[in-house]
């Protein structure tokens, strides 16, 4: 059994040439053999097809998804303003996938649809479910619940929300074409192993507050107030201050937690927009009659975090046996280590071995297990490596 694994990676500013060289470098890892799939991220600043036709100058055979990131997460360090090509030609694994269209007006109809499509492949074993979202478009949740009518609620699910580098206008999904309010869904099945870490680092501050009024993404009131009414308490500043600097960068500081009912543990819930009526637009649900808390990180958190994930992820699987590893690590980690953006991928490097790689990139929302059961994360990193 032979899984070859190529991670090509490209700065240049142009799109057609970024994409070309990125895939170049990627073919030629795996020996210029045909790949069974490409997973691609691709920045913002890009323009969208004409990167996609620089890849397919050079690969113009295989399925190819993934999403626009704010940058990639890789062996080779992080990069923002990229194009990040991973080729996988492997006799062990097998990908099929899908798409579900439409995520605004039906989140959980397009995520069931998504897995429906991935799972054609009936006679193997089925390890993984990996989905790219538009991290723009409906409740994170309803898409993971979606996928889990058609998988089941204990299989292990993964992936990242596409970002547009938080200028929150259009985010994109690529299954052989461009996509936008779509998620893809990548199957990975085979005669493999898999193990997952998830970690977040985030701690709570201040008393629990109560959810009173909320629908689906939306929370109207805490504690019987306007929900802004929770920011304007702790930051200090009027509900048009915290439209003017942005909502979605403040809470990258300061997200909501949501205790994972009998777990010591809690979901992080990060605001995107700050509605007229003072609700809160969140990339997912918190139901009401829930208890939360205003959260808080820095740097040093978020570096603990990744060496947790790592841990986790190794707890049932030997290092020497590992192919390669996938990383989703939320946009707001890498706000917190924008100053030092490499540190977290030599962590991830340096405790799964220098010669194993790895890749994936940074997102606005995580789907990861905990405790066997995936959910919808913000501000998080997972980490899910993959052996034979």
């Not at 057609?16 to 069974?36: M, T, V």
């Not at 009912?261 to 979901?267: A, H, S």
């Amino acid at each position: 059994m032979a899984t070859k694994v190529g991670i090509g990676i490209s700065t240049k500013l142009d799109s057609f040439i970024a994409g070309k060289e990125a895939a170049r470098s990627a073919l030629y890892q795996i020996g210029r053999q045909a790949p069974d799939i490409i997973i691609v991220f691709i920045s913002p600043i890009f323009d969208q097809g004409e990167t996609l036709k620089g890849i397919r100058s050079i690969i113009s055979e295989g399925p190819l998804v993934g999403c626009s990131a704010a940058g990639s997460i890789t062996n080779r360090g992080s990069f923002r303003n990229a194009v990040t090509v991973c080729a996988i030609n492997s006799d062990s694994i097998r990908f099929s996938y899908g798409i579900g269209n439409n995520v605004s007006r039906n989140p959980r109809s397009a995520g069931r649809e998504a897995a429906r499509q991935s799972s054609k492949l009936k006679d193997i074993a089925r390890e993984v479910y990996i989905m790219f979202s538009d991290g723009l478009s409906g409740n994170g949740t309803d898409i993971l619940r979606g996928a889990q009518e058609v998988l089941g609620t204990g299989f292990s699910i993964i992936g990242g929300s596409a970002t547009d580098d938080l200028r929150f206008q259009k985010t994109y999904q690529y299954l052989n074409n461009i996509y936008t309010d779509s998620l893809v869904g990548l199957l990975v099945s085979g005669n493999i192993d898999i193990s997952t870490g998830k970690a977040h680092g985030w701690q709570p501050i201040g008393r629990p507050h109560k959810i009173t009024r909320a629908k689906s993404n939306i929370i109207k009131e805490i504690d019987r107030r306007r929900a802004v009414e929770l920011y304007e308490e702790y930051l200090g500043k009027t509900s048009d201050e915290l439209k003017i600097e942005g909502i979605a960068k403040l809470g990258s500081n300061y997200p909501l937690g949501m205790r994972v009912k009998g777990k010591e543990r809690y979901l992080i819930r990060a605001p995107l927009q700050i509605k007229d009526s003072g609700s809160l637009m969140l990339s997912a649900e918190i139901p009401e009659r829930e208890d939360i808390n205003l959260m808080i990180g820095d740097r040093n958190l978020a570096l603990e975090a990744t060496k947790a994930a790592c841990r986790d992820a190794l707890t049932s699987i030997r290092k020497s046996r590992i192919k390669f590893a996938i990383v989703f690590s939320d946009i707001a980690r890498l706000q917190l280590l924008r100053k030092d953006p490499q540190s977290e991928a030599e962590i991830i490097k340096d405790m799964l071995g220098p010669d194993v790689p790895f890749f994936g990139c940074y997102t606005c929302g995580e789907y990861a297990p905990v405790d066997g059961q995936s959910y919808f994360h913000d501000q998080a990193i997972s980490i899910t490596v993959i052996s034979e």
